[in-house]
């Protein structure tokens, strides 16, 4: 299947109107210091969405609230109907969010598909996998991954051997294997051309309608290419969402941005 007849199909079966994740007014303070403050965002099914804002606005931070890694000191995060706020890591990414990183990372020494075998035993029991052998599903399962992520003629390949950019492919596809419901992208076309940014772009769109997906990116001609809806961050703080259009000319965001450079300039 191509990856444009995928994404039709995955669009017209998603829930898309459905709330997913809702961060409600949180803040998270280092001794005195609001990394996040106030700040709320909501997130439907299968949908993509990408945030971005100018260096410490506080994006990773957010996502280390929304997968338990930092504590809120106040606000919540709901995810599926659920308070997760006080919830353990491991607790939060059982109940279906994964960041990037947080898959086991790509191990180099075993083949690409191999590597989706792992990450799709869902006990996370590495070797079991291979004490137990792998059900049929699995495989179905890894081979559909395996075509989404654009590597099934590198199936075989160790993943060590693989480029920059098909390793970042791999790691999605890992993320992808673990069957969560959120993916947390933190900077997928990070030291990628021109070329594997558009195929990443392609690759994320392909995976709207199954999961939903928060990335965070500064390159604006990715964001162009996602197509998603942007929300702007800066100082812990909700500044805007739009369109990558609306926000491109927004005088507001701009304004962040250029007084960031400014600063930048200044200290560097
Ligand atoms: N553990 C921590 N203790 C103290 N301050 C922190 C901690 N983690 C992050 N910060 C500060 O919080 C602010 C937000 O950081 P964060 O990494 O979330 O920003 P960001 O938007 O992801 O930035 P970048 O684009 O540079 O990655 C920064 O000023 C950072 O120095």
Known sequence: ?????????????APASTLLLA???VTVDFDGFKALN?????????????????????KSTLCDAIIGRVRATSGRVIFKDQDITHLPEHEIVRRGICRKFQTPGVLPGL?????LMIAAKR???????????????????VADILETIGLADRAAAPAGHLAHGEKQWLEIGMVVATRADLLLLDEPTAGMGPAETSQTAALIRRLVGQHAVLVIDHDMSFLEQ??????????GQFLKEGSVA???ADADVA?????????DTHHG
Do not use: C
Request: net charge positive; charged share 25%.
């Open 1 to 13: 299947m191509n990856a444009q007849a995928t994404a039709s199909h995955i669009g017209t079966t």
């Open 23 to 25: 961060v409600d007014g």
């Open 38 to 58: 106030g700040f709320s965002l909501t997130l439907d099914r299968g949908t993509l969405r990408v945030l971005i804002g100018p260096n410490g606005a506080g």
């Open 111 to 115: 083949s690409v598909v191999d590597n």
């Open 123 to 141: 006990d996370r029991r590495w070797w079991s996998t291979f004490r137990h052998g792998v059900a049929a599903e699995e495989k179905a399962r």
């Open 226 to 235: 996602l197509d998603a809806r942007v929300t702007v961050m800066h100082q």
């Open 246 to 248: 609306a926000i491109r």
């Open 255 to 263: 304004a962040v941005y250029l007084g960031r450079a400014k600063e």
